[in-house]
C-alpha cells in the first residue's frame, strides 16, 4: 500500500539534473568561493529534490544489512592463502605491534600530486611536521583528547584544476627517525608508518537534456546545456572537502597472518621479514558529507584543508570499516556506490540531528516494520497459492496490479533509481505475474503460432469466476470506475505535457501514466469494496495479509507526521488507512454467515458435511417418530 508508494516517491527524489552537489563548504567562518552559473544551477536542481528522510533510510539499511548478510554467507572466503615462506603444516605464530604503547612519534604530512612521494627535500609540499607524539595517549592535545589540528590554504596547480588529483602522504617514524629513504642514518623500515589517499574525489556529473515537448523550449541554464554538448550526457569532475581527520587504531591485538577477519585485513600490513604488523593510520572520512563536496574549477584561487591527528579504539574503527566495506558489492557498477553514499548521508544526518530517543524508536519501529512486510507477503503467497474458489475477489484489479507494476518497473529503469529499489520492484512485478496464473488458466495455443514460430499465450476466466455473480459485479465496478478515471487521465496528461519537461515522448509516457498511478491508483483499490457491498460479505478476503500491511501502513502514519517527508507520501499513508477503514466496517455489517465461503474455497456447511459423515449414526429407534395414531392418543 502505502510502502510501495514510498519506494517509488523516494525513487523520483534522487533523480535530479545533475547528481554531484555543489554547495560550497565554509571554513573558519569564510565561505569558499566556487562562484559560477553551472554551480549556481546545480544548487537549484538539488533544493527541488527531496530530501530522503530518516524513515525511509532506515528501512533501505536494515535491508542492505540483511543482504549483506545472505550475500557473506553465500560466498564467504575460505583460508587466505598460505604464506609461501611458511612451511606447510607449520603453526602461524601471533604477531605484535611494531610501535609499543606509548611510543614517541613524529608525524610527517605531504601534500603533491605525485601517487608515489619521493621529494622529501621540497619544503613546499610539507604540510605539517608534528613532534614527539605519543602512540595510544588520550590525554595530550589542545582539548584534552589527544587530537591535534592544522589548517592551512593551499595554493592550486593548474592540472588539479583540470581534473588532475592531489595526494596526502602521511609519515609516523619513531622519534628520531625520518621518512626518507635516502638518508641512511637517520631512516629505518621497521620505524616507519605510511599511508597515502587521495585528496580530491571524482564523481559523475549527469546532464538530462529535458524540453516542453510541444514547444521545445527548456528551463535550464544554457551554460548546463552548453557542458553537456561538449562533454556528453555524463562529466567526470573533481571535488573537493575541506575536512580530514587521520586515525592511528591504538591496537595491540597478537594479530595472525592470513587469519584477520575481513573488511580489517585490508588495513593491517604485516612485515615481510619480521612477521610483525605495522600501527594502522586510517583515513577518517565518516561524516563527510556528500552535500559538502564542491568542484574544483578554475574559480578556485585557494584549497583549504583541515587535518586532524586523533587516537581511534579498535571497536570504532572496525565499525568505520565496515560502514566503508563494499567487497560483497563487487559486481555492482560505480554508479551504485554513489547512490549508497547519497543513502548514507542520509543516515550520518539522522543520527547527528534526530532526537536520541526518537532515533531509537525509528529503528525499534523499522525492524518490526521489516518483519510485517515480510508476513504480510508470507500470507499473501499462501493465500493465492491454496485459493480454491475466486468468488468474491475482483480479478481485474489483480490484472490492473500487473499493469501498475510494470510502468513503476520502466519508469525506475527510466530514471537510472537505485538498484536496491529496482530488485525490489522488479520481485514485486514477477508477484503480481504469478498471481495472474492463480486467476486465470493461462496456456500456449500451439496451433495458432505468431509469424508461425512463437506459440500463442491464452488467458481465459476461471470457471468458478464465471460462473460467479463476481464478475458481474467486477464488470459493474470498472465501468463505474472508468467514467471517473478516463476524465481525470486525461487533464493529468494534457497538464503534464503542457507544463512539465520530458527527455522524450517515451519518457512523457512513463512519467504521466507513474505520476497519475501515484495520485489516483489508490481509486484501483475500490472495485474490491463494491464486491464486497453488492455480496454482502467479506470472508473471502486475506485478512492475514491486509492486517499485516495496515499495520505498516499505521506505522508509516506515526512516522509521516514526526519525520520530514513529502506531503505526497503523508496523503498516501491517510488515503490506504481511509479504504481499509472501509473494509473494517464492511467487516462488521456483514455478520458471519456460516454459508458464506471463505478464502479457501469452503463454507462452515460444507466442514459440518464433512464432520457429520465421519460420525457413526446413532440408532434408528432414537430417531424414528411415532406413528400418527399414537401422537393423537398422546
Known amino acids: 500500500m502505502a510502502t510501495q508508494e514510498s519506494g517509488a516517491t523516494g525513487a523520483t527524489g534522487s533523480n535530479g539534473e545533475v547528481s554531484s552537489n555543489g554547495t560550497a563548504a565554509t571554513t573558519d567562518g569564510q565561505a569558499v568561493q566556487t562562484a559560477g552559473n553551472g554551480q549556481e544551477a546545480q544548487q537549484q536542481q538539488q533544493q527541488q529534490q527531496p530530501a530522503p528522510n530518516a524513515w525511509q533510510v532506515i528501512k533501505g539499511v536494515l535491508f542492505r544489512i540483511f543482504v549483506i548478510w545472505a550475500i557473506s554467507s553465500w560466498f564467504r572466503r575460505g583460508p587466505s ?62 582539548n584534552g583528547d589527544g587530537c591535534y589540528e592544522q589548517y592551512k590554504e593551499m595554493d592550486i596547480p593548474e592540472t588539479v584544476q583540470q581534473n588532475g588529483s592531489l595526494y596526502i602522504h602521511v609519515y609516523f617514524t619513531k622519534s628520531g627517525f625520518h621518512p626518507d629513504p635516502k638518508r641512511k642514518g637517520q631512516y629505518r623500515r621497521l620505524s616507519t608508518v605510511h599511508a597515502t589517499r587521495m585528496l580530491n574525489k571524482f564523481k559523475r556529473r549527469k546532464f538530462l537534456k529535458t524540453k516542453n515537448l510541444l514547444t521545445g523550449e527548456t528551463e535550464a541554464d544554457p551554460e548546463m546545456i552548453k557542458r553537456a554538448e561538449s562533454h556528453g550526457p555524463v562529466e567526470i569532475i573533481s571535488h573537493w572537502h575541506p575536512n580530514l581527520t587521520i586515525n592511528m587504531v591504538d591496537d595491540h591485538t597478537a594479530w595472525v597472518k ?77 554508479d551504485t556506490y554513489e547512490q549508497s553514499d547519497e543513502d548514507q548521508d542520509s543516515v550520518k544526518v539522522a543520527l547527528l540531528e534526530t532526537n536520541p530517543y526518537l532515533l531509537g524508536l525509528t529503528i525499534v519501529v523499522s525492524i518490526v516494520h521489516s518483519i510485517f512486510e515480510f508476513l504480510a507477503f508470507k500470507n499473501d503467497i499462501q493465500f493465492w497459492n491454496s485459493r480454491q474458489s475466486l468468488e468474491g475477489l475482483s480479478v481485474r484489479s489483480i490484472i490492473f496490479g500487473v499493469f501498475q507494476s510494470l510502468v513503476v518497473l520502466l519508469y525506475i529503469l527510466d530514471n537510472e533509481t537505485n538498484f536496491v529499489v529496482q530488485v525490489s520492484v522488479f520481485i514485486g512485478l514477477l508477484i503480481d505475474l504469478w498471481k495472474i496464473t492463480k486467476v486465470m488458466d493461462v496456456r500456449f495455443d500451439r496451433e495458432n503460432k505468431i509469424l508461425g514460430v512463437i506459440p500463442k499465450l491464452v488467458f481465459k476466466d476461471k470457471s468458478t469466476y464465471v460462473e460467479s455473480s463476481t464478475k458481474i459485479y467486477d464488470d459493474m465496478a470498472f465501468r463505474y470506475l472508468s467514467w471517473l478515471l478516463y476524465p481525470l487521465f486525461g487533464c493529468y496528461a494534457i497538464y503534464s505535457l503542457l507544463y512539465v519537461e520530458h527527455k522524450g515522448w517515451y519518457s512523457w509516457v512513463l512519467s504521466m501514466l507513474y505520476g497519475f498511478l ?33 499495520l505498516n501502513t499505521f506505522i508509516d502514519d506515526l512516522f509521516a507526521f514526526v519525520i520530514k517527508m513529502p506531503m505526497m507520501y503523508r496523503i498516501g499513508c491517510l488515503r490506504d488507512d481511509v479504504v481499509f477503514f472501509i473494509y473494517l466496517y464492511q467487516r462488521w455489517i456483514y455478520r458471519v454467515d456460516p454459508n458464506r465461503v471463505n478464502e479457501f474455497g469452503t463454507s462452515g456447511v460444507d466442514h459440518n458435511q464433512t464432520n457429520g459423515d465421519a460420525v457413526t449414526s446413532p440408532p434408528a429407534e432414537a430417531i424414528t417418530d411415532k406413528p400418527e395414531e399414537e401422537k393423537k392418543k398422546d
Not at 600530486?113 to 613546499?124: G, L, P
Not at 583549504?304 to 571497536?315: D, G, K, Q, S
Not at 455480496?535 to 500491511?549: C, D, F, G, I
Open 518 to 550: 501515484l495520485t489516483f491508483g489508490f481509486i484501483t483499490m475500490t472495485p474490491q469494496l463494491f464486491i464486497n457491498y453488492k455480496m454482502k460479505s467479506v470472508a473471502h478476503l486475506p485478512w492475514r495479509m491486509l492486517t499485516y500491511k495496515a
Open 258 to 334: 592470513g587469519s584477520v577477519p575481513p573488511p580489517l585485513d585490508q588495513h593491517v600490513k604485516f612485515d615481510a621479514v619480521s612477521g610483525d604488523y605495522y600501527p594502522i593510520v586510517y583515513f577518517n572520512d565518516y561524516w563527510n558529507l556528500q552535500k559538502d563536496y564542491y568542484p574544483i574549477n578554475e574559480t578556485l584561487t585557494k584549497l583549504p584543508l583541515r587535518l586532524n591527528y586523533c587516537p581511534l579504539t579498535l571497536w570504532r574503527w572496525q565499525l568505520y570499516a565496515a560502514q566503508n566495506a563494499r567487497s560483497p558489492w563487487n559486481f555492482l557498477p560505480e
Open 81 to 142: 592463502t598460505p604464506d609461501p615462506s611458511t612451511p606447510a603444516g607449520a603453526p602461524r605464530v601471533p604477531s605484535r605491534n611494531l610501535f609499543p604503547k606509548d611510543t614517541l612519534m613524529d608525524l610527517y604530512i605531504y601534500v603533491s600530486q605525485e601517487e608515489v612521494f619521493t621529494d622529501f627535500n621540497n619544503t613546499e609540499s610539507l604540510f605539517w611536521f608534528h613532534r614527539d607524539l605519543v602512540y595510544g595517549d588520550w590525554t595530550t592535545g589542545e
